[in-house]
């Protein structure tokens, strides 16, 4: 198989092409024969704009499961429709009208940003069609907000998922105080705000929290404002801005650790870190320095067909498609409709590149999470030393109630800019 997706299928017959009702009944209306014998997948993902690389990696997992099976699922042909967001929620808005009002996909996959998730699940609501977040990380979608949103379920994380338990790790460590500095949205408040609450929890304190806007790429004004007193800095940045900060904040002559949310050191970026990163700790449920044979299989498949190392951004759509494809053997290759397609998605337990993966009871993952240190080393048979994030604790089945149990954990507000409050702040 070509590694083109297939293009967008024309008008099948003469009454869809001549109806004229509302956007709504269109949603509703009987497929024509042929379309009801595929499976037809939207995929919202950032294909031009600061965050193209993040959606190249996302649309190449997905296409290397499809080619893997020949894009077929059960004896059901599946049909991928990519749709360019931008990074920006008001085009992933009008992108996944688009794709199910007039392309007439059973579910859309995708959207990069936390503010995308948010303004994605309502849309799902509305028009009553699955939408599976493979990477927006927006906590409340599958927390407090979750009963507005019956056809949303989450394949990949919740931005906090990872930092409680990184909180935790840091304390153990014994790192007293930590300065937070963050990219200015939601994702980075909810990282942020899982880290703090464990970190405080635990003993210790964070004594600032900055913000500078997404996309910033001049961090000058920020780098001297960091506290003196502080044993290391936790940061949180998306698109170029993992890649300019930690290069940055070392060529200003901090000496002192970077602890990285999330995707700061995922291996979208990595790749384009120099030794600078050489030592930095960061958190997330995927490391392409997984030492297991399901990563080593995907790792070196993906390197052959792409010329890199997977990212996060890779591996969980690559495993949001091989799910899919579990509930589609459980068919019979038919489309059960979107209710019963998210209860058997939500019973699965599968094994994936990134380790074994269930669901709780409000549609979220528990998977393990994984602390990692960037080294320069080889791995898996390639012949010069690169970049890796080297596994160095492993935290299995980690809810995203962490230890606190859901009831107590859902009392509490979503994390903010202002909650958890920097109490220890000056």
Not at 378 to 401: A, C, H, M, R
């Amino acid at each position: 198989m070509t590694n083109k997706l297939p293009e967008k299928l024309a008008s099948r017959t003469a009454l869809l092409a001549c109806a004229a009702v509302a956007a709504a009944a269109l949603a509703l209306r009987p497929l024509p024969a042929a379309a009801q014998q595929e499976l037809r997948i939207g995929v919202i993902a950032p294909v031009t704009g600061i965050f193209a690389q993040v959606g190249a990696d996302m649309t190449n997992g997905f296409k290397m499961y499809l080619d893997q099976t020949n894009s077929t699922f059960a004896g059901t042909k599946v049909v991928p429709i990519i749709e360019d967001s931008q990074g920006k929620p008001d085009l992933a808005v009008t992108k996944a009208r688009k794709l199910i009002l007039q392309d007439h996909v059973q579910m859309i996959v995708g959207g990069v940003l936390a503010t995308e998730g948010y303004a994605l699940a309502p849309v799902s609501t509305e028009l009553k069609t699955v939408y599976i977040s493979s990477v927006a990380a927006a906590d409340d979608l599958t927390q407090r907000q979750l009963g507005k949103y019956p056809y949303f379920i989450r394949t990949g994380w919740s931005s906090s998922q990872p930092d409680h338990p990184f909180g935790q790790w840091a304390c153990d460590e014994g790192y007293k105080k930590v300065v937070a500095i963050s990219a200015d949205y939601a994702f980075g408040y909810e990282s942020v705000g899982g880290f703090q609450k464990t970190f405080e929890d635990c003993g210790g304190q964070i004594i600032q929290k900055i913000w500078p806007p997404i996309g910033t790429k001049d961090f000058g004004p920020y780098i001297p404002t960091i506290k003196a007193d502080t044993d290391a800095v936790f940061s949180l940045m998306v698109g170029p801005m993992a890649l300019q900060f930690p290069k940055q904040l070392r060529d200003s002559g901090y000496t002192k650790p970077i602890l990285g949310g999330t995707v700061s050191y995922d291996e979208a970026a990595l790749p384009f870190m120099g030794d600078e990163a050489v030592g930095d700790v960061s958190a997330l449920q995927y490391s392409a320095a997984l030492l297991t044979p399901a990563n080593a299989a995907f790792v070196k498949a993906f390197r052959a067909k792409y010329g890199k190392v997977p990212s996060y951004f890779s591996e969980t759509n690559y495993s949001t498609a091989m799910m899919i494809d579990d509930v589609m053997k459980q068919t019979g290759g038919k489309w059960p409709g979107p209710e019963a397609f998210l209860a058997k998605l939500q019973a699965l337990h599968v094994d994936t590149p990134r380790g074994p993966v269930s669901f709780d009871d409000m549609r979220n993952p528990v998977q393990n999470i994984y602390i990692k240190k960037v080294e320069k080393t080889k791995l898996f048979g390639y012949d010069k030393p690169e970049l890796w994030n080297i596994v160095i604790k492993t935290y299995p089945n980690v809810s995203q109630f962490w230890t606190y149990g859901k009831d107590a954990f859902l009392k509490q507000p979503v994390y903010s800019r202002d909650f958890p409050p920097c109490k220890y702040c000056e």
